[in-house]
């Protein structure tokens, strides 16, 4: 058979759906979890450096802001959760085998090919399509919403860059809008008049709702010299 030599791995696996991980949350720590020590023990017997995908999520509503690398873990879902237990293991690897790891958290990836079911598709479908009454769900919670391919370029640089093993590293514009104000700016850019409708069944559970994301960039500037294009309210409406 021909060989391959594997000499860095990005573990990018996860069940992105909300729907999804809450309703099943056996598969998502399948796919978080057990997906990730079978990446690590990968990257173990073939001595690859291992990007470790995280996610924002795992910091819960905001105790502060910008959000740190620092910040508190809250499981408020089962993603969250299962996110934070393949991140430890991601640092255990690294702490007991010298396993070259780092792993990064990106802040609300947006931008082509994302699936319809994440907010910002779901309001360009919805006028595209002559809605003009806008079905959401919660509407005051905020995000940092990153370009898909400012996204990419932090993942490359923390891949290949000499620093931050065994660190996490967070990937995120340092912006905070809400979903409400962002379905207004995404119809000023469509140049339509909407009307927002909170859809009940749009909701997460009361106590799994994330209320506030905004990330702290710092870190990933000073050891990788990574900066978002896409950033502040102009680079998002860009984007």
């Known amino acids: 058979p021909l060989y391959v030599e594997v000499n860095q791995i990005f573990n990018l696996a996860c069940p992105a759906s909300p729907v999804f991980y809450q309703q099943d949350p056996v598969q998502t720590t399948k796919t978080s979890v057990h997906g990730a020590i079978n990446m690590l023990g990968l990257a173990k017997r073939v001595r690859a450096k291992i990007l ?3 996610t924002s999520e795992v910091y819960g509503t905001a105790q502060f802001v910008p959000i740190t690398e620092g910040h508190p873990l809250q499981g408020q879902s089962p993603y969250s959760a299962t996110k934070i237990a393949a991140d430890q293991l991601a640092y255990s ?10 792993t990064v958290r990106p802040f609300n990836t947006y931008g082509p090919r994302q699936s ?22 919660a509407l005051g919670p905020t995000r940092d919403f990153s370009y898909v391919l400012d996204t ?8 290949v860059g000499k620093n931050g093993l065994g660190e996490v ?32 069944e749009r909701f997460r559970p009361e106590n799994s709702e994330v209320e506030r994301l905004w990330a702290d960039n710092a870190k990933v500037k000073e050891l990788f010299g990574w900066q978002p294009i896409f950033g502040g309210r102009e680079g998002f409406k860009s984007g």
């Open 116 to 137: 319809a079911r994440a907010v910002i598709p779901t309001i360009i479908t919805q006028i595209a399509s002559g809605n003009r009454a806008i079905k959401l769900g």
């Open 93 to 102: 690897f690294y702490s007991s085998f010298d396993l070259p790891v780092v």
């Open 152 to 159: 990419v370029e932090g993942f490359i640089a923390a891949l």
């Open 169 to 200: 590293i967070n990937i995120g514009s340092n912006f905070e809008i809400s979903i409400g104000e962002t379905a207004r700016l995404i119809s000023e850019s469509m140049g339509v008049q909407i009307e927002l409708v909170s859809d009940v």
């Open 52 to 54: 470790q995908a995280s």
